[in-house]
């Protein structure tokens, strides 16, 4: 993941070989989370995790605990899209209807009930069973257009040009203005650092350490 100088980013294909054990779908929920917060995606993690777990416990139940498989994480134009090959080329997944109080089989009805759409390329020697997550990005590269986003973008447009000025309102009441004016600019500026794939609290760290240095210079 690298970001562009116009604050966009390049989303890499991934993938992350794996055995298709119970104990493994956990780990994978957690990776795919914190892959999709170096994505800026965040938005999407709780329906990602819960294709990820079906997908992985599809495989498990239907081709065999143990099987090697791969998670594949990439991106389908704007939409998300998650994958699991593994080298059953026999059995094929299908969508079925259960109903609510059956205990198994529906994994795929929740994959498709929180995706967009579904479904299974073949290889000579694997399948990848995927599925689409809409996102909120305009372009594969772009960011999620949230309108704290686009506040801090044009806050740092204007401090960035050097135009942003403030005035000093009098009395208590104007500073209290300003004070909650303060706090939700930062609070702006820290959905901006996760839509462009960057860890507020690692942010909040250094913006500490360099108003204390500040502090102590003066």
């Known amino acids: 993941m690298a970001n562009g100088i116009d604050g966009c980013m390049t989303r890499k294909p991934w993938e992350l070989p794996f055995l298709a054990e119970p104990e493994e779908v956990a780990a994978l929920r957690r990776v795919v989370r914190l892959h999709l917060r170096l994505w800026g995606l965040s938005d999407v993690?709780?329906?990602?995790?819960?294709?990820?777990?079906?997908?992985?416990?599809?495989?498990?139940?239907?081709?065999?605990?143990?099987?090697?498989?791969?998670?594949?994480?990439?991106?389908?134009?704007?939409?998300?899209?998650?994958?699991?090959?593994d080298p059953d080329t026999r059995e094929l997944p299908r969508g079925m209807s259960v109903g609510l109080d059956a205990e198994t089989g529906r994994g795929l009805a929740l994959v498709e009930a929180v995706s967009d759409r579904w479904g299974v390329i073949l290889g000579a020697d694997s399948k990848l069973v995927w599925c689409d997550l809409a996102t909120q990005l305009a372009s594969p590269n772009g960011h999620v257009d949230q309108p704290w986003v686009t506040r801090s973008e044009a806050c740092l447009t204007l401090y960035g040009a050097g135009a942003a000025t403030m005035?000093?309102?009098?009395?208590?009441?104007?500073?209290?203005?300003?004070?909650?004016?303060?706090?939700?600019?930062?609070?702006?500026?820290?959905?901006?650092?996760?839509?462009?794939?960057?860890?507020?609290?690692?942010?909040?760290?250094?913006a500490q350490m360099r108003f204390e240095s500040t502090v102590t210079a003066r």
Do not use: K, Y
Request: proline share 2%; hydrophobic share 45%; with cysteine.
């Open 45 to 85: 993690a709780d329906a990602a995790e819960i294709c990820v777990s079906e997908l992985a416990a599809n495989v498990i139940r239907h081709v065999g605990a143990g099987t090697p498989s791969t998670l594949v994480v990439e991106m389908n134009g704007t939409r998300l899209r998650l994958g699991l090959r």
């Open 167 to 206: 005035d000093r309102a009098q009395g208590r009441a104007g500073f209290a203005v300003q004070q909650e004016t303060a706090i939700a600019l930062i609070a702006d500026l820290l959905h901006w650092l996760c839509a462009h794939g960057c860890d507020p609290d690692a942010a909040l760290d250094r």
